[in-house]
């Protein structure tokens, strides 16, 4: 199966690192031709030194195929990014398209080259406690409070 994996920016975020990098290499060794395609803002790409970390465990994930693409800064106008997705997504012609992000969903969605899998498991939450940098046990009344209306809203 060829499956297309579409990042929204985030390829730093530790949760990327731990969830999605991951997935990529459970997906290649079980026989699966995977790509991933990367849409970030021209202005990510001007912090070289951990844009260039990040893009070599990508490049590492994905076992080479990667896809670069700059979108408008603008989050809310999802039409160009769209229409730059859907001309690298035909020449790689998914079965589906698996997208980790909600942004990143919407614009593969509008691409509409093949389905899409919206995937947002756990995203905000699992960030917000790396962010903080502590297990559950640890955490503040507000801080547990926000972690679970984080997951109220997953």
Do not use: C, N
């Not at 297309?4 to 990327?16: D, F, K, T």
């Not at 290499?25 to 849409?39: I, N, P």
């Amino acid at each position: 199966m060829r499956i297309a994996l579409v990042l929204y920016g985030e390829i730093r975020s530790p949760v990327v690192a731990s969830q999605t990098f991951p997935l990529l290499r459970k997906l290649r060794e079980r026989g699966h031709e995977v790509h991933l395609f990367v849409l970030t803002s021209p202005r990510r790409r001007l912090t070289p030194r951990p844009w260039r970390d990040a893009l070599a465990a990508a490049m590492d994930a994905a076992g080479g195929a990667l896809t670069v693409l700059t979108h408008a800064p603008r989050h809310r106008r999802y039409g160009p990014a769209a229409r730059r997705l859907a001309r690298v997504l035909r020449k790689f012609a998914p079965d589906v398209v698996h997208a980790r992000q909600s942004r990143g969903g919407i614009v593969a969605g509008r691409a509409g080259v093949a389905p899409v899998l919206l995937d947002l498991r756990g995203v905000r939450p699992e960030e917000f406690l790396l962010s903080l940098g502590k297990d559950e046990a640890g955490l503040m009344t507000r801080e547990s409070e926000a972690l679970a209306r984080l997951r109220r809203e997953d």
